[in-house]
C-alpha cells in the first residue's frame, strides 16, 4: 500500500474528526494531495486538496469553513481536521495522489492516479 488513509470512526453531528493520509512514497511531498469521499449511493466526490506548497489549498463547497487539510512535514502526513459534522459528510474518505508533481490543487478525480484505502467516517444524528 502506498498511500494509507486513517482516522475515520463513528461521531456525533456537530463533532470533530482528523483524518490523515501517509505515504511510502519519495519525493510524496512534491505531490499534491487530495481527499474524496464516497457516500452510499452517491459518486466519489472531491473534499479537499493540498498543493506542493502548503499555503495552496482548495475546498469543496460543502467542506469551505468546516474542513481544513494541511501537510505534517516532520509527520510526513496530510491531514484533513474536520469540524461541524453532520450526517451528508458520512462516507469512505480517501486520499490520493496526482500524476505529477509541483501541480495546482486540482478537484477532479481524473487528475489523481494513485489512491489509497479508504478510511470509513459515519456521523449521527
Known amino acids: 500500500v502506498q498511500l494509507q488513509a486513517s482516522g475515520g470512526g463513528l461521531v456525533q453531528s456537530g463533532g470533530s474528526l482528523r483524518l490523515s493520509c501517509t505515504s511510502s512514497?519519495?519525493?510524496?511531498?512534491?505531490?499534491?494531495i487530495g481527499w474524496f469521499r464516497q457516500s452510499p449511493g452517491k459518486e466519489r466526490e472531491f473534499v479537499a486538496a493540498i498543493s506542493w506548497r502548503q499555503d495552496n489549498a482548495t475546498y469543496s463547497d460543502s467542506a469551505k469553513g468546516r474542513f481544513s487539510v494541511s501537510r505534517d512535514i516532520a509527520k510526513n502526513t496530510v491531514d484533513l481536521q474536520m469540524s461541524s459534522l453532520n450526517t451528508e459528510d458520512t462516507g469512505i474518505y480517501y486520499c490520493a495522489q496526482t500524476r505529477a508533481p509541483y501541480t495546482i490543487p486540482f478537484i477532479r478525480r481524473e487528475d489523481y492516479h494513485l489512491w489509497g484505502q479508504g478510511t470509513q467516517v459515519t456521523v449521527s444524528s
Open positions: 512514497l519519495r519525493a510524496w511531498n512534491t505531490y499534491t
